[in-house]
């Protein structure tokens, strides 16, 4: 039977101080005691990983971090590793997002790094893939995409045991109220689960989710999960305020 359970992702960039991670997390907690059948993450910076990973500890919340790098340890001033990541309670962590690639020279080849290091970690890697607007209008949607996922995912082991995730953010919804319409994510999420196919097969394309990503509201969220294809959402702005990430989970 073909099911995914829909995964709800906060994405709390760099926001909030311990203090203000620890005091999110717990209303969260409180506000989301009900939900069954959905899964959550809140990605806090890492300075508050550890502090909110006790927060949520007995609640259905998961915890994910932001970015990661490749080595296990080593002289690598500023890097966070996967046993690092695994240590401070995290189960997922988000990987390639566009600011990491608008801003920090994040790559394709970078993010295939990450994406194997994370995997064979025991993480789940949460794979962000999305055109910029210029990309769209020349028409490139398509084959930006499936450049990202193809280098991203390469030699990558998938199995019952290591899943990923895709988030499809489109870079010109992100942050900017802009969403895509619903024709628009069920094109590409529809295009991004056939490429799951071609490169790991009808079982694997089945049970990965995909997400999607950018201005994701309270007020738009039903719509967007009630396409076929999407499995969820990664929420940023709408995630730090735990009463409106609460409405989206209860979408
Ligand atoms: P947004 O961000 O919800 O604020 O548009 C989404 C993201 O960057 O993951």
């Known amino acids: 039977m ?41 990605a806090p910076p890492f300075t508050s990983l550890a502090v909110v990973s006790e927060v949520i500890r007995d609640s259905r919340i998961d915890l994910g971090a932001q970015n990661i790098f490749w080595e296990k340890e080593g002289a690598f001033t500023g890097e966070i590793s996967p046993p690092m990541l695994i240590s401070s309670g995290c189960q997922y962590v988000i990987i390639g997002h566009s600011e990491r690639r608008q801003y920090f020279g994040e790559t394709d080849e970078t993010v295939n790094k990450r994406i194997k290091a994370a995997s064979t970690s025991g993480l789940i ?37 290591h899943s990923i995730v895709i988030a499809y953010e489109p870079v010109w919804a992100i942050g900017t109220g802009k969403t895509a319409t619903q024709d628009q994510v069920q094109e590409v999420h529809s295009f991004l689960r056939d490429m799951l196919e071609n ?29 076929p294809d999407v499995d969820g959402a990664l929420v940023g702005g709408a995630s730090l305020q735990p009463e409106s990430f609460s409405k989206i989970i209860h979408f």
């Not at 990965?208 to 039903?222: A, E, M, Q, W």
Request: charged share 30%.
């Open 2 to 42: 073909e099911y995914r359970i829909p995964l709800i992702a906060g994405n709390w960039k760099m926001y909030k101080t311990c203090n203000e991670a620890v005091d999110a997390a717990s209303r969260l907690v409180k506000l989301v005691s009900d939900i069954d059948g959905v899964d959550i993450m809140i």
């Open 125 to 161: 890697p949460i794979l962000c893939v999305g055109e910029t607007e210029t990309q769209r209008d020349d028409k490139k949607t398509f084959s930006v995409l499936d450049k990202q996922v193809k280098k991203g995912l390469e030699s990558l082991i998938l199995d019952e045991h």
């Open 199 to 227: 490169n790991f097969g009808n079982m694997i394309a089945k049970a990965t989710r995909i997400l999607y990503g950018g201005s994701v509201k309270p007020d738009n969220v039903s719509e967007l999960m009630a396409l």
